[in-house]
């Protein structure tokens, strides 16, 4: 399984990205999926969650800025980042709680995306 991350890059405050990361390969079933941030110098923390059946949820510094979403016929969640601001800058990392045969249930990772946000 492997999940593959896109849509990073430098954007101005006040601008938008969109975030994209796609599920692949012997998967049965993939429950949650979400995304992290981690900044230079700080732990990494939970940006927002989307479960199977749509439920979402969002970092506090994030709420009615960014928006999670996901397409389950493409094992893929996205992340609609608007209002963007320079304490958003950070590395994305994007995950999913993915069933497999051979591995059975447990957390994948992304490679990462940067995001970077100039003042």
């Known amino acids: 399984v492997q999940l593959q991350a896109s849509g990073g890059g430098l954007v101005q405050a006040g601008g938008s990205l969109r975030l994209s990361c796609a599920a692949s390969?012997?998967?049965?079933?993939?429950?949650?999926m979400g995304w992290y941030r981690q900044a230079p110098g700080k732990q990494r923390e939970l940006v927002a969650t989307?479960?199977?059946?749509?439920?979402?949820n969002y970092n506090d510094a994030v709420k009615g800025r960014f928006t999670i979403s996901r397409d389950y016929a493409k094992n893929t969640v996205y992340l609609r980042m608007n209002s963007l601001k320079p304490d958003d800058t950070a590395v994305y990392y994007c995950?999913?709680?993915?069933?497999?045969?051979?591995?059975?249930?447990?957390?994948?990772w992304g490679q990462g995306t940067q995001v970077t946000v100039s003042s």
């Open positions: 995950y999913a709680y993915i069933v497999t045969i051979s591995s059975g249930s447990r957390d994948y």
């Open positions: 390969g012997s998967i049965l079933r993939v429950t949650d």
């Open positions: 989307i479960t199977s059946t749509g439920r979402t």
